[in-house]
């Protein structure tokens, strides 16, 4: 097969990621780091037929992602750490509806407008509980630009198989840096397509309790009547108060992620075979991580790294089996300590956890990391 290399910044290779899942109908609002997505996707979307919006903001941008998404459309919007609170809201409504699509936040330095051209990664926990209530989340972080671009098809397959939003979080390191990119691999990569209805339209049920908890979607326009609604609903999706019903349909919107965590949850190990300190790390500063491992190897130290693509639902069996192997675990992020306290959790007083982060505007150096894994391990 002929390979098709290309230079790309991430941003770019997000976009052709989701041209290659099917994606044909962006809407958003722009905002640094994420910009260049909402750019490109302009270009290319009405060459191919799809369309694209710029709402007036990042609440309308989520709206009418969602609702591209129930007219059938693979549906994706972009944003940063401002615009993605403002989405939380609507994205909860994408939860409870069950409305597939793929939200984009490429993180900068917050709170508030913060640092807006300076990589962090302090949405980690908003990007599981951002919005209020008990709610499937599904995310994922790459860590290479090449990464980026398989990564926004797993993410486009999740959300149609799943019948969920599924978030895909970047940084600004990985977003603006520039990479060799083989877009090859996708041809052989299976496209999934949400399951759609085959029965009688008199009697659809929207949000039918299947044996594999995610019910078939009908598309607007298509003769299948259905209620779409924020409130808890019954299998036609109109709303109800009977408690035994919001159970059950809580549960399996739970369910339907937490029983397929062996097929979402995807990670890389590195040199953990002899690992008695493992560091735990994602996106930008696992690039970081993996240096420091070999440096530490080189000065007689066993490190070894575990670096989570699939950052929620959470990797509790990988790192339970690693806490229960090795004296010490570091995990470094550029927050000032999200994803740890999941690691503490999960390790509880297994072996011991360290944390180093930043927030300062600049990407952890595998030089001070190096020193604080030295200090941490005596």
Known sequence: MEKNIRLLQGNEACVEGAL?????????????????????????????????IQMEDEI??????????????????ATSGPGFSLKQENLGYGYMAEIPCVVVNVQRGGPSTGLPTSPAQGDIMQAKWGTHGDHPVIALYPNSVQEIYEVTVDAFNLAEKYRTPVILLLDEVIAHMREK?????????????????????????????????????????SGYKYHVTGLVHDEFGFPSNNSKIADV?????IDKVE????????????????????????????????????????????????????????ADKQIKEISEKVKNIVVTEMNLGQYVNEVKR??????????????????????????FVKEAVK
């Open 20 to 52: 290659a899942a099917g994606m044909n109908f962006f809407a958003g609002y722009p905002i640094t780091p994420s910009t260049e997505i909402a750019e490109l996707s302009a270009q290319k979307l009405p060459v191919i037929g799809g369309r694209f």
């Open 60 to 77: 309308a941008g989520i709206a009418a992602t969602l609702g591209g998404a129930l007219t059938g459309k693979k549906a994706m919007t």
């Open 181 to 221: 990119v083989d877009l090859t691999p996708i041809k052989d990569k299976e496209i999934i397509n949400r399951k759609k209805p085959n029965g009688s339209k008199e009697n659809f049920l929207a949000y039918e309790n299947t044996e594999d908890l995610v019910p078939p979607m009908a598309d607007f326009g």
């Open 249 to 253: 349909q809580i549960r399996r919107l």
């Open 259 to 314: 029983k397929n965590k062996d097929d979402i949850v995807k990670f890389e190990e590195y040199k953990l075979d002899d690992a008695e300190v493992v560091l735990i790390a994602f996106g930008s500063t696992s690039r970081t991580a993996k240096e420091s491992v070999d440096n530490l190897r080189e000065e007689g130290i066993k490190a070894g790294l575990f670096r989570p693509i699939t950052i929620w639902p959470f």
């Open 346 to 371: 999960v390790s509880s007083d297994k072996c011991k956890v360290d944390f180093y982060g930043k927030v300062d505007g600049h990407l952890i150096t595998p030089t001070e990391l190096n020193e």
